[in-house]
């Protein structure tokens, strides 16, 4: 039988104040999320409710033109402004600030009008709905053929 680690006496539970919560970080003064605010794709996700496979494949695809990795990153990371995220259509762009933002940038500055980013989610969530209708056709198409059963071959 052994006995399980010992935790060391002067080890402490870490400080998490230090580190606040990413929504509170990228917040604006008005206390919606900061359009100029940069995310790196694994928070990008997290914020989105998507996996980093999805912000990955709208960064190949080009719908986050603004997505870069610093050369300040020292892992390479890959960081996304928040309203290329909404223009992708992957945030809600009503979580977004319109005014001046802690980083100093209007939505507009970073890239994007509110007209824009909205069309571009519209445009986002209309590609999402012509891929679920094919998902659709391809199932009803099965069915069809399970329904007509087997023929006979002449």
């Known amino acids: 039988?052994?006995?399980?680690?010992?935790?060391?006496?002067?080890?402490?539970?870490?400080?998490?104040?230090?580190?606040?919560?990413?929504?509170?970080?990228?917040?604006?003064?008005?206390?919606?999320?900061?359009?100029?605010?940069?995310?790196?794709?694994?928070?990008?996700?997290?914020?989105?409710?998507?996996?980093?496979?999805?912000?990955?494949?709208?960064?190949?695809?080009?719908?986050?033109?603004?997505?870069?990795?610093?050369?300040?990153?020292?892992?390479g990371r890959w960081y996304v402004p928040l309203a290329d995220l909404a223009a992708a259509g992957l945030l809600d762009p009503a979580r977004l600030s319109a005014s001046t933002g802690a980083a100093g940038q209007s939505l507009a500055a970073a890239g994007s009008t509110a007209s824009e980013v909205e069309c571009a989610r519209l445009r986002g969530e209309n590609e999402g709905l012509r891929q679920a209708l094919e998902v659709c056709q391809r199932q009803i198409e099965v069915l069809q053929h399970l329904l007509a059963g087997p023929r006979a071959v002449a």
């Open 1 to 75: 039988m052994t006995d399980a680690p010992r935790i060391p006496a002067h080890w402490k539970e870490p400080d998490m104040s230090a580190h606040p919560p990413l929504e509170s970080r990228v917040q604006a003064p008005d206390g919606l999320l900061d359009p100029a605010a940069r995310v790196p794709f694994k928070q990008a996700a997290d914020l989105c409710r998507v996996s980093v496979d999805t912000i990955r494949d709208r960064r190949d695809k080009g719908r986050l033109p603004h997505a870069c990795q610093p050369k300040e990153d020292p892992h």
